[in-house]
């Protein structure tokens, strides 16, 4: 029985450690690097080999944060696009409303990054139009290409976090499975205690 005891916090505290583990590193998200291009995201594919990739960060931004970025590459068969003038549009997909429309501006680089604050909980759609300088075809009608984003709740942190689901599931495991084997081992003495 006295070995039982002495066993007990050492059992404890390494069920606590395992879980404060699993749910660190199932939580943790590592940065994407963006050199020179942007990279994964969805990519529009538009005619004449053009086309325009969008690579949100966060990649579900949540409403009111502003540091959420939409970060877009302007290609054609695989390589940046210079000198072209870009408009964008920001609509709410259900209602239509357009909440912000940025004037055709010129990028001498057409990796481009635009800090954006969602102000409500809804689903977006994003259109993107650009007039490549030099292109006889598509200086005067534009590349168009639509994205649709995500904006969700602040204080929903779960819908997005797989990992942290499954972390919270393999702690509750582990201690499951630690209660089940202490409880097992204290049965076992009081039976070998009964026994002598």
Same mark, same amino acid.
Request: charged content about 20%.
């Given at each position: 029985?006295?070995?039982?005891?002495?066993?007990?916090?050492?059992?404890?505290?390494?069920?606590?450690?395992?879980?404060?583990?699993?749910?660190?590193?199932?939580?943790?998200?590592?940065?994407?690097?963006?050199?020179?291009?942007?990279?994964?995201?969805?990519?529009?594919? &538009?005619? #004449? *080999?053009?086309? %325009?990739?969008? !690579?949100?960060?966060?990649? =579900?931004?949540?409403?009111? $944060?502003?540091?959420?970025?939409?970060?877009?590459?302007? &290609?054609? #068969? *695989?390589?940046? %696009?210079?000198? !072209?003038?870009?408009?964008? =549009?920001?609509?709410?997909? $259900?209602?239509?409303?357009?909440?912000?429309?940025?004037?055709?501006?010129?990028?001498?680089?057409?990796?481009?990054?635009?800090?954006?604050?969602?102000?409500?909980?809804?689903?977006?759609?994003?259109?993107?139009?650009?007039?490549?300088?030099?292109?006889?075809?598509?200086?005067?009608?534009?590349?168009?290409?639509?994205?649709?984003?995500?904006?969700?709740?602040?204080?929903?942190?779960?819908?997005?976090?797989?990992?942290?689901?499954?972390?919270?599931?393999?702690?509750?495991?582990?201690?499951?499975?630690?209660?089940?084997?202490?409880?097992?081992?204290?049965?076992?003495?009081?039976?070998?205690?009964?026994?002598?």
């Amino acid at each position: 029985m006295n070995e039982l005891r002495g066993d007990t916090p050492k059992i404890v505290f390494l069920l606590y450690l395992s879980l404060i583990f699993s749910i660190i590193a199932s939580s943790v998200m590592l940065p994407q690097p963006a050199e020179a291009h942007f990279y994964g995201g969805v990519t529009k594919d &538009l005619d #004449d *080999g053009y086309q %325009v990739l969008f !690579v949100p960060f966060p990649g =579900t931004p949540n409403a009111g $944060d502003n540091s959420t970025t939409l970060n877009f590459s302007i &290609l054609q #068969d *695989g390589f940046n %696009v210079d000198n !072209v003038y870009v408009s964008f =549009t920001i609509k709410e997909r $259900d209602s239509g409303s357009v909440e912000e429309q940025v004037p055709y501006k010129f990028y001498e680089f057409s990796d481009i990054t635009i800090p954006y604050n969602f102000q409500k909980i809804a689903t977006y759609v994003i259109t993107v139009e650009t007039r490549v300088n030099g292109d006889s075809k598509y200086q005067a009608n534009p590349l168009v290409a639509d994205f649709e984003i995500r904006v969700k709740d602040p204080n929903d942190i779960l819908s997005d976090n797989p990992p942290l689901i499954g972390g919270i599931g393999v702690g509750l495991a582990i201690v499951a499975i630690a209660s089940f084997v202490y409880l097992k081992k204290k049965r076992s003495l009081k039976r070998a205690a009964r026994r002598k």
